[in-house]
């Protein structure tokens, strides 16, 4: 698996001879691209103000997400493909844990979370293919191996499940609670 990893990595990654025209681009979208996955919650919230409660709970899960993923990181402390002198790394980044990627669990989390829902699918698939790009992108740079990223949607659909169950026993107490006091029939 290693192997593999690595030699995706080889593959994706800019190396030591990035494309002078992919490299500014890549850098771009690594930095970016998880505010631009934010910014369309934003206007989730904004536009569809049916949803704003469901967007909220898919933000405060998003920000649970981050501390899991890190708290993940930091107790494997896999080092990234530039501690390990296999690229440069582009972008300014911390000689940190690598996997899971943060980024990749926090934006296919709201990916996965936002796809539960049908009023909010589109915007779904969007941040999917955001996650997506910016996951390749933080590979390209240096920061991520391809292996970080997917460890990233796994721990994303671990999440979405805990949040689907969490929905269903809020749904059940809520049914509960109105239905409380009321006579047996």
């Known amino acids: 698996m290693k192997t593999l990893n690595?030699?995706?990595f080889q593959w994706?990654?800019?190396?030591?001879?990035?494309?002078?025209?992919?490299?500014?681009?890549?850098?771009?979208i690594a930095v970016a691209?998880?505010?631009?996955?934010?910014?369309?919650?934003?206007?989730?919230?904004?536009?569809?103000?049916?949803?704003?409660?469901?967007?909220?709970a898919a933000l405060a899960f998003a920000a649970a997400t981050a501390m899991v993923a890190h708290a993940i990181a930091a107790?494997?402390?896999?080092?990234?493909?530039?501690?390990?002198?296999?690229s440069p790394a582009y972008i300014a980044h911390g000689a940190r844990g690598s996997l899971p990627s943060a980024h990749a669990s926090v934006m296919f989390t709201v990916a996965l979370v936002f796809l539960l829902r049908a009023r909010l699918r589109d915007l779904g698939i969007g941040v999917a293919a955001l996650a997506v790009?910016?996951?390749?992108?933080?590979?390209?740079?240096?920061v991520h191996f391809p292996a970080d990223i997917a460890a990233g949607l796994l721990l994303a659909v671990v999440m979405m499940g805990i949040f689907a169950g969490l929905q269903r026993l809020c749904r059940h107490v809520a049914l509960r609670v109105a239905r409380w006091g009321q006579p047996l029939a």
């Open 75 to 86: 107790a494997l402390n896999l080092p990234r493909p530039f501690m390990l002198g296999l």
């Open 12 to 28: 994706m990654a800019a190396g030591f001879e990035p494309s002078p025209w992919l490299l500014p681009l890549a850098s771009a």
């Open 6 to 8: 690595f030699a995706l």
């Open 133 to 142: 790009i910016t996951g390749w992108a933080r590979v390209y740079v240096g």
């Open 33 to 56: 691209g998880a505010w631009a996955g934010m910014a369309l919650m934003g206007g989730a919230a904004w536009r569809r103000p049916s949803e704003r409660g469901y967007v909220m």
